[in-house]
């Protein structure tokens, strides 16, 4: 998850800059959110619905219109849940899996290595056991099968006895693997929410909300999401041919919510409509701790209070990518489908330390990738596309580093760890891409591959993937670079951060962040309110951790606010703030949150960006 999203608008609409900031210390214009028709949006809402001023400026900021209030402050499942045979192919797949429940078939389920993946199998594979279907999940090896099913993977479950192959999360590109499947005798049922062309697979059914034909509208969704959706569809099939007649049970679809939840946060998909009661509904199923694998890893984090999606993202989220990362991919899967207590322990003890050691590999990596991405904005500072790559850098950890380029750059991103074939030597290169607001890397990702520029590749909009040969790199960056150049020059000249309101530290009480919880849970597509801190000096500022900032904000009343910023040490935020210790009064921007970690209850300001106060620019 990324700390901080920018937003875009047209650049030639006039923009007055909030508190004059037309460039601050990341490069950004500070807006506010509200727009003149919207103050009075605002008004109506808290006057209609009874609601204090500062939540309905919050909700109208999020276009919430006025009669949608209710039901977005309590998103639920029956309110907005489709009929999951809205997707294309759903009607099908249900009958197939149902089939494949009453004949007590084998199945096997494909999924991918990140939370989501994860998730998605767990989900699959849980619904499967209650109705004693034997099983396998079978995550690839990032490093050496990478991204999505190959086919020795495929023929190695059908050989297994799996008459029926399920991927999760990954499938919907993968025409030769899938293909050789119905050789082997198995049939495919491909659950995924990636892009997807014309063309799809030849398979039994491809349920994707954003395969091309799908007029369902929930393309928003996480693979999770859309596998909750088909477990709907498969118990509401065998309930209609009485499987569940006598004393049969059906499976409590209700108290996996936690899983769907956390793959919602941790794929940073909009957190909009069915996410929302996803999400909503899903921290209270997770805060019973009724998952036993789920329960480990909140005792090896040392969590213990009740999660929000801050956990979700940052706690739980990371430790389970791990695995995948730098570790045995499967242990995610494994830990949430577990049943037994005290190998959950285990794997979750496991995935803790995979994650400390990610940590350091990571940090070691982005030093270097900064250097050079510095290097190569200031060489070409219209640069549409920062393209890195080395030999030495894990393949695990390239999707975060693009992530933090992108986040320090304000442009996308594509890091590549290379690997020498031992027979040729060539290299091959493994890439992550990630993106800024109105940039499409996903499109151009396909359209590469279809331009044979690729081996392969597929993602979204804002987070892609792909596999290069390293004879076609120069031909890719200038392919990519010119595919990005106009959506990238007018995403960096409209970039803003959009400002809620400002605050004072006598002001950020709990009283505000429980009155500001009620239009949660935030996340992508429902920020979280960003206030500015107006002329408060910096305290006591110093490096902590991870190359985080911490520090205090006080005002000119003396009231005082703990703050930290997050991998700020080294970076102009950073910097700028270490620097103003103790001197002139600065602006601050950023988002409060409710701390109760190690026992303590406090609120704390999360910085994301600062500019110098009583100026324009930076």
């Not at 899967?333 to 577990?338: H, I």
């Not at 709990?510 to 935030?522: F, N």
Request: proline share 4%.
């Amino acid at each position: 998850m990324g700390a901080v999203r920018e937003i875009t608008e047209p650049a030639d609409e006039p923009r007055d800059a909030f508190l004059g900031v037309e460039e601050s210390i990341r490069g950004f214009f500070w807006k506010e959110r509200l727009s003149g028709h919207d103050h009075a949006i605002a008004t109506a809402i808290a006057q209609r619905h009874g609601l204090p001023e500062v939540l309905g400026r919050v909700l109208a900021g999020r276009g919430v219109g006025i009669d949608d209030v209710p039901v977005f402050l309590d998103p639920s499942l029956k309110a907005l849940m489709p009929d999951p045979s809205d997707l294309r192919d759903m009607t099908k797949a249900a009958a197939r899996i149902a089939d494949a429940v009453e004949k007590g078939e084998q199945v096997a389920v494909f999924g991918d290595y990140d939370v989501d993946g994860a998730c998605s199998s767990a989900l699959m594979a849980r619904f499967l056991s209650h109705h004693g279907i034997k099983n396998r999940v079978y995550i690839p090896d990032r490093l050496f099968e990478g991204y999505g099913p190959n086919a020795k993977a495929i023929e190695e479950l059908a050989k297994e006895g799996a008459s029926l192959i399920i991927t999760v999360d990954c499938g919907t590109t993968s025409f030769e693997p899938l293909a050789h499947a119905k050789s082997c005798g198995a049939e495919v049922i491909v659950i995924d929410h990636h892009q997807s062309d014309e063309t799809l697979p030849d398979v039994h059914s491809v349920i994707n909300p954003n395969r091309q034909d799908d007029v369902s509208g929930q393309g928003h969704l996480c693979a999770a999401g859309v596998v909750f959706l088909v477990l709907v569809a498969i118990a509401r099939e065998l309930r209609t041919r009485g499987y569940y007649a006598g004393d049969r049970k059906e499976h409590a679809l209700m108290g996996e919510l936690d899983l769907v939840a956390l793959a919602t946060v941790c794929d940073v998909v909009p957190l909009e409509g069915l996410n929302r009661a996803y999400v909503t509904k899903g921290l209270q199923v997770m805060r019973q701790r009724h998952n036993i694998g789920l329960r480990a890893l909140f005792d090896a984090a040392g969590l213990d209070q009740a999660p929000t999606p801050y956990h979700l993202g940052y706690i739980l989220g990371p430790r389970i990518n791990a695995g995948g990362r730098i570790g045995d991919s499967g242990l995610g899967a494994r830990l949430l489908s577990q049943s037994n207590p005290r190998e959950a322990h285990k794997i979750a003890e496991t995935l803790d330390r995979l994650n400390r050691e990610r940590k350091a590999i990571e940090t070691q990596t982005l030093d270097q990738a900064m250097a050079e991405a510095e290097a190569e904005v200031a060489k070409e500072p219209d640069l549409p596309i920062i393209v890195l790559g080395a030999e030495d850098w894990h393949k695990g950890i390239v999707g975060l580093v693009a992530s933090r380029l992108t986040d320090r750059f304000q442009r996308p991103s594509c890091v590549l760890s290379w690997t020498k074939d031992a027979a040729t030597g060539e290299l091959t290169g493994t890439g992550s891409l990630r993106s800024v607001s109105g940039v499409d890397i996903g499109r151009a990702v396909r359209a590469a591959v279809a331009d044979g520029l690729l081996l392969k590749g597929g993602g979204h909009a804002m987070a892609a993937g792909l596999t290069v040969a390293q004879n076609k790199l120069a031909e890719l960056k200038g392919y990519l670079g010119k595919e990005l150049a106009e959506s990238t020059q007018e995403a960096r000249a409209a970039a803003a951060l959009e400002i809620d309101g400002a605050l004072t530290p006598s002001a950020a009480k709990d009283e505000l962040i429980t009155l500001l919880d009620r239009a949660g849970p935030y996340g992508q597509g429902n920020p979280q309110p960003r206030f500015v801190f107006p002329a408060h000096r910096v305290r006591f500022a110093k490096i902590v951790g991870d190359a985080h900032v911490r520090a205090v904000v006080e005002a000119g009343d003396g009231s005082r606010l703990d703050a930290i910023a997050f991998r700020a040490a080294g970076q102009p935020l950073g910097d700028f703030l270490l620097a103003a210790n103790g001197g002139m009064p600065v602006h601050i921007c950023g988002t409060i949150r409710r701390d109760t970690w190690g026992g303590r209850n406090r609120i704390e300001l999360t910085i994301e960006d600062a500019a110098a106060s009583g100026k324009g620019k930076k």
